[in-house]
Every structure is written in structure tokens, then in C-alpha cells.
């Protein structure tokens, strides 16, 4: 694509010199990853001014530079003379809308061409992705997931680095998608993508709103405006998309004012067009009953917990929008069988159950020991920590309700990133209620202290790392698997 086409959809953009037509090799909007005719977008981020790295753009082959000028910087307008033989300079009012639009344009809109379904909330959006992998692909049809797991389609398995990734990967890997024969990809949308507008490009044919509690108050200060982040996916979808609501959340409930979309609800204890009522727990599984239209359908789960009730009705609620059999779904639920690192149970043959979760924030440790309490003849003991450079304020509370849910609290490190372990620690001590805890800074003697106390009719939890492999260090990133370690603590103990 040449250029002046590929600007033709940008908002409110001027030139600002050197300008001239050229066939479009590429985008970046890392200065480091541009190649000869490549398109440099130089974002304003939250660490760094991309109009600081323009000049080694274009030294690297950028033969249009497209910025934002907020304070008509003079240094930038010396380097625009200096280079405009060089490069074209376009000026607009946002780069991050920019950059979506252009990655989108370049890529041939892929998303336009793919059944797309944005899962949004603080808990849930991992499972109800892998459950609409699963229907999908029951259906006959071809699935594909964007999200915190790995990045996946047909037999291709990519790593995943944000839950949502940056406009320019995220249109690369639909226009992937597309080419391979992708009819449905389920993308686990984050209110950082939503609020950076990374997914400003994405016409989603269905929007799916899980919860909402406190989470991420590092990055966006205030809960409202977290929940505004989270809004913007419903507000941009049409009247042809479906916006699938848990009718139980007070927020989820605000967002149906919100958007032009078709509403499918769901709920456990409110009225709604989906509900589960007969619900019986058990250590292998979850019995309910669905309720749609008047018709009751008999479920049976894998998935434990009333927290995953909510995200089978979630998956079942988006299936019947899109008038996929409901015989299919039935079957796809049911033989559905857990998500890495979510209440993953690891084998033992020491009388008492461990878990592996992901459970990172206070709701979701909520849910989740309560969940095993129900299913508990025992004591509950659980291993977490948080995490480092992220919110703070939820230390306390994250302590407080082990301490209050939890027989005992054994407190360790997550991912202390930067941060000093203890002083993490501390924080979270201080919201802890009680003296049924102890400190272990170290991540693998804390699991083996957990593992060493537990007995028969136990069950150890192991939680805030879930599915994830490494462990991030002041020195660096180190490999670190809690289901690893747990089975290696189990093997030595025999």
C-alpha cells in the first residue's frame, strides 16, 4: 500500500514537510525494528517520547515520520527542516489513534472479515476465552484466542506478552488468523489495551463483561477510571454487535445504558435472560441447572466453583447470540476440563488436594478460598504474595481476606519486580487479621512449608502465579513454575 492511501483515514493530520509518495514496507513504533520505507509512529508513552527517537528512525530507513507535537517543541521543528529531504513529517493530534489506524489500513482491516468477541472484566476472562475456544470448535468451526495464556490458532502456539498486545501485533495476528481460516477468535481484552487504545482499530461483533473490582489502581489512580477503560469496548459497538452482561455486578449492570449493542444477560442471582440455578459443588466438579427461555438444560463441569458458573454462563450466553446449537455447546462445557493455571489441581497421593491459581487480586482470592471451603472437610492453606510496581493499595486488603478466609496464610514473594520482597510483604501484613500466618520470602520454601503442614483432608492453594512459568526478580527474570515446584515438593516428600 502507498502511502497517501494508507493516511487517507487518519483524523485531523497536517504535513509538516518533505512529503513524498512511496510504496509501504512496514509500521513501527519502535524506532529500533524500522526497516527501509517503513511508516515510524512516534508514540507518547508512559516512559518514554517517541519524538525523542525520530532522527535513529529515519537513519534506519523511515521515509515518513508521523508525531504529535502538544507543546511545539522547537528543537523538533529544527529537526523537521534538518531531515525533510530524508523523510515526510505528518503532524497529528494522537499518535495512539494514529498508530491503530495505520496498523489497521496497512493490514487490509482483517478484523472486518473475522467474527471477533472482546472479553472484558477483572476475573474470568481467561476461562470464558478458553470455553468459547472449546464451543467453537464443537461447532464445526475454526477458533482462535488472543489473551494472558499465549496468543493460538490452528496448531500455531505463540507467547504471549500483554493479555492484549499493541495495535500493530494484534492486526498482524488477525490478518494471520484470517489467511489461515480463522472464523472466530475470543480476545481477552485489558482495560491498559482499551484505555491506550491499542484496540481503537477492532470492529468486535460481541462484547463480554465478566466483573469488576479493584485491580491495576497503579496505572489508572482511581477505580472510576478503571471502570471507564473498561466502558469503551461497549460504547464502540454497534447495533448489529451483542453485549453479554452479568447481570449480578452492579457495573456490568451500568454498562447496558452504555451501549447501542443487543443485550444478552446472565446471572446467578438476579433475573436475567441466562441463569444457573441447583448448584452443587464437589472437589471434581460443578452440577447446575441453565435456564434460558424457559428451557433447563442439566450441566455438569469440570470447572469448581461458583465463579465459574458465572463464566459457563457467560460462554453459553455469547453461543445462543450467535445461534450455535445448543447441543454442541452442552458438549463442549462438559468435556471441558480446566484452564492452565486456574484452580488446577496437582495430583497427590499424600490425602490432602493442591491448586495452582491465578488469583491476583482480592475478589478473586475471595472467590476462590470460599469456593474451596465448600469443598473442604479440612484446614485451607494458602501460599500467595504480590506483586512488585503494581497496585499497592490492594496489598492490605489481599491480606486481610486470607487471613480471615484462609485456616493459614503462608506469605511469600510474587513477582517483587524492582521492590524489596519484605517491604511487599509488609504491606501486605498489614492487613492481615490474626497470627495464622507466617513470612517466607523465598517462593519455593514457601510452598514446601505449605506442602510439610498439610494433611489428610487439606487442601493447599498456591496462588497469584497460575499459569505463568518465570518469576520476575529485582536481577532479572528467573524460570519459575509453581505446579513445577509443587510436584517436585510432592515427589521429594514421598
Known sequence: MRLKKIIESLEDYSFCGGLRDFQVQGISCNSKSVSADFIFVAVKGTNADGNSFIAQAIEKGARAVV????????????????????????????????????????????SSKLNIIGITGTNGKTTVSYLIEAIVKEAGLTPAVIGTVNYRFKDLLLPSLNTTPGPLELQSLLFRMREAGVTHVAMEVSSHALDQQRTLGIRFKSGIFTNFTQDHLDYHLTLDNYFQAKCRLFSSLGKDACAVINND????????????????????????????????????????????????????????????????????SWAISEGIDQGAVKSAVENFSFVPGRLERIGTSLGFTVFVDYAHTEDALKNVIETLRELSCGKIIVVFGCGGERDKTKRPKMGRVVSELADYAVITSDNPRSEEPLAIIEDIVRGVRGDNYCIIPDRKEAIQKSLAQARKGDIVLVAGKGHEDYQVLKTGKIHFDDREVVRECLKSAR
Open 67 to 110: 508525531f504529535q507535537d502538544d507543546i511545539n517543541d522547537p528543537s523538533l521543528n529544527v529537526l523537521i527542516q534538518d531531515r525533510a529531504r530524508q523523510a515526510g513529517f505528518i503532524k497529528v493530534k494522537d499518535t495512539r489513534k494514529a498508530l491503530a489506524s495505520l496498523a489497521r489500513d496497512f493490514y487490509a482491516d482483517p
Open 249 to 316: 455486578d452492579e457495573y456490568g449492570r451500568g454498562l447496558i445504558k452504555l451501549t447501542e449493542a443487543k443485550i444478552i444477560t446472565y446471572s446467578i442471582d438476579t433475573k436475567a435472560d441466562l441463569t444457573a440455578s441447583g448448584i452443587k459443588f464437589d472437589i471434581s466438579h460443578t452440577e447446575f441447572v441453565l435456564n434460558a427461555g424457559g428451557r433447563r438444560v442439566d450441566y455438569r463441569s469440570g470447572l469448581i466453583g461458583r465463579h465459574n458458573i458465572y463464566n459457563i454462563l457467560a460462554a453459553v
